[in-house]
């Protein structure tokens, strides 16, 4: 089975802290990426990997960065937390690179609950 | 653009009734629709998908959902629900076209709730 690990579960942190969610994934898949799930809002695409080393904005960037040095994790970077960015974070995977697997469901890690004061 | 839309936030039914979970989307090409489940503080399990074929399509733990191009819809049923059931669904689409690397649209979310 497709395996997706996320650093934390729960995480609380302060309001300027540089935050770092780290995702690790076991099946050599090429593609990850970041989610926020918001009550109301259901999940939205923050970043997007699809190589090593290669990042895409999703459609709520702004905050946030990435980093992909290692084809199996992937890390999302909070440079300054603030509070609108308490929420739980998901990390998903899935194969098929650039050109994409429609047809290919994506593999999603257990979450990140964070809470930002 | 592509977009996919819940209607309900939440479902409640009783436990041995048929449930279902609506789902309507939009999309350019071909739709290929997936159903997720979330259940309390866990991340999202993948439930079923419609790709192409058969309009009915079965799923994990009994749940399966029909696809309905005339009515741009992707409905999760199940004949007769349990009260593990309850947890939070989501509907996603992605244009059948491919590339731009499996971007998924997702929906709001339902609260399915299953009363004992």
């Known amino acids: 089975d497709v395996k997706v690990t996320q650093s934390s579960r729960y995480l609380v942190k302060r309001t300027g802290e540089k935050v770092f969610l780290e995702c690790v994934q076991d099946?050599?898949?090429?593609?990850m990426f970041w989610y926020r799930q918001d009550p109301g809002l259901g999940l939205r695409l923050i970043y997007f990997?699809?190589?090593?080393?290669?990042?895409e904005k999703g459609d709520i960037p702004e905050g946030y960065s990435v980093s992909r040095e290692k084809k199996e994790r992937f890390s999302l970077i909070l440079e300054s937390a603030s509070t609108n960015q308490t929420s739980m974070y998901l990390c998903?995977?899935?194969?098929?690179?650039?050109?994409?697997?429609?047809?290919?469901?994506?593999?999603f890690g257990p979450g990140t609950r964070l809470t930002v004061l | 653009a592509q977009s996919v839309a819940q209607p309900e936030d939440q479902v409640n039914v009783a436990e041995g009734n048929p449930l279902t979970v609506k789902c309507t989307y939009s999309?350019?090409?071909?739709?290929?629709l997936f159903w997720y489940v979330q259940y309390p503080n866990r991340g999202l399990q993948f439930l079923l998908k419609?790709?192409?074929?058969?309009?009915l399509v079965k799923g994990s733990y009994g749940f399966e959902a029909e696809f309905n191009k005339s009515q741009t819809s992707f409905h999760l049923k199940k004949p007769s629900a349990l009260v593990s059931d309850s947890a939070l669904y989501f509907c996603?689409?992605?244009?059948?076209?491919?590339?731009?690397?499996?971007?998924?649209?997702f929906g709001t979310g339902t609260l399915l709730a299953v009363q004992p």
């Open positions: 998903a995977s899935t194969p098929g690179g650039a050109s994409g697997t429609p047809s290919v469901s994506q593999f």
């Open positions: 419609y790709i192409t074929g058969d309009n």
């Open positions: 996603a689409v992605r244009d059948g076209r491919g590339g731009a690397t499996n971007k998924l649209i």
């Open positions: 099946m050599d898949h090429e593609n």
């Open positions: 999309v350019s090409g071909n739709p290929y």
């Open positions: 990997s699809y190589d090593v080393k290669m990042k």
